[in-house]
């Protein structure tokens, strides 16, 4: 019994260690998708490895195949992002830098 490949999500994470690589990326694909098709697109430096991450949300009727396409395009230079640690990264972007509450507390 063969299995069924896993579905593609459609939010595509890559991971780039130069920014001039991940705005490449991110132009290309923004010239290649429909504005339909690309619903998102970001770029954000991950704070604690200095690399950079694109981030391309697709929209739900976008062909499996657009997505394959995609996908080729981020790999020529880029790493693949688990979905789980692309959400971890988003998270840990919209935290803030400073000090926990806590903390701050304790030194004022």
Known sequence: MEREPAPIPTSLGYEFAREEEARAAASDLD??????E??????FRV??????LVEAAFSD?????????ARALLGESGTPVHPD????????????????????????
């Open 38 to 43: 690309l619903t998102g697109l970001r770029i």
């Open 47 to 52: 704070r604690w490895n200095g690399n950079y």
């Open 31 to 36: 010239k290649r998708f429909t504005e339909t």
């Open 85 to 108: 640690d692309l959400t971890d990264y988003k998270k840990a972007t919209q935290k803030g830098t400073g000090l926990p509450n806590w903390l701050r507390r304790f030194f004022n």
């Open 61 to 69: 009727g976008t062909p499996k195949s657009r997505l394959e396409d």
